[in-house]
């Protein structure tokens, strides 16, 4: 946790806006990694969420949709691991089966609802390769109706590539912007901005090149948000970790991804941010939750900033995998995910160990929902 996090909130720098929002941003952004919790990404647009389904041969529809984000909404205990949902303009207007707002539902288990703003990555006119995220018009009066719906944070997702040639200076900038710009908006609002440029790991690039291409998105970002006034107090980053291309040859060990992300960070990112929920970008669940644990491990007590998780697939894919679409599959499935989630929270304390694996499943297949054994171990 930041010093400046720290501190009353009466004493941090609050000029810019009313002390009252000010004040309720930095409590929403504490109460998102308090207790070493962190945040579960459920808000793949319908086109995202329908090709995973499709893939398991779930029916791509809107009942299927909100049948699967039911599921993960409902699963018990999910709020001992998980702070904040990320919720899809569709599901944060639906309902549970029996006439529940799913807002209640998260709220109900001591989570807080947030929603992605976005509208997607969309390909940049001019810059062959690259894309730009978009979303920004009418995102005022879009976020003073989600804060109405309950949402107390909010995404916004930017992609950028790794190729020959790029990512430009030019896509760099023009993401960074409307980051920017989502942010202050978010924050005038009364909406915790998470703030997240994805650099994406699909190409045969090297950790170093991650590295350095991080950086530099990091930097511009962050001048990008000073010059848009955007409270750092009151803000989440959301980055990737620093990883080897998928394709690259050299794939570093879970100690080497540790170094290079928080050496990547430390030069990048001011004290002042209270947070940094990692993204999982592809990874698997279990390397996600071993290289956020190694990153707490060696540097936790030397850090400004909480090292936590907004994971969607590494949380929820086991989960997916198994319900299938199938109802007789709801329990198994909400055990999936509640055991990922806990892992996480483990991996916030570099508590994570391998033997989880197993010895969760061992918890998760006893047939109740999440033993009370596995719930009093994180
Ligand atoms: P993944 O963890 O699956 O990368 O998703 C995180 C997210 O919110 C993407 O925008």
Known sequence: ????????????????????????????????????????????SNPTCNKRFAALGIPQTVEARRAYRELIVTTPSLGDCISGVILYDETIHQLKDDGTPFVKVITDAGIIPGIKVDTGAMNMAGYPGEKITEGLDGLRDRLKEYFEMGARFAKWRA?????????????????????????????????????????????????????????????????RLYKQRVMLEGMILKPNMVLPGLACPKQETVDEVADATVQCLLRAVPAAVPAIAFLSGGQ???????????????????????????????????????????????????????????????????????????????????GGLPAKSCVSTV
Request: aromatic share 6%; net charge neutral; charged share 25%.
């Open 1 to 44: 946790m930041s010093e400046m996090a720290l501190l009353p909130h009466s004493k941090v720098c609050v000029q810019r806006r009313p002390d009252m929002i000010s004040h309720e941003l930095i409590c929403t952004a504490r109460a998102l990694f308090a207790d070493d919790k962190g945040l579960l990404a459920m808000d793949e």
């Open 159 to 223: 992609v950028i590539a790794i190729g020959d040639g790029i990512p430009s200076q030019g896509c760099i900038e023009a993401n960074a912007q409307a980051l920017a710009r989502y942010a202050a908006l978010c924050q005038e609002a009364g909406l915790v901005p998470v703030v997240e440029p994805e650099v994406l790991m699909e190409g045969e690039h090297t950790l170093g090149r991650c590295c350095e291409v991080t950086e530099k998105v990091l930097r511009t970002v962050f001048d």
């Open 284 to 366: 698997s669940g279990e390397l996600a939750s071993a290289r956020l644990n190694a990153m707490n491990a060696r540097f936790k007590l030397r850090l400004p900033w909480a090292l936590a998780f907004s994971f969607a697939r590494a949380i929820q894919q086991p989960a997916l995998e198994i319900w299938r679409g199938e109802k007789a599959n709801l329990l198994p499935a909400q055990r999936a995910l509640y055991h990922r989630a806990r892992c996480n929270r483990a991996a916030r304390r570099g508590a994570y160990d391998a033997a989880m694996e197993t010895n969760g499943s061992e918890c998760n297949s006893s």
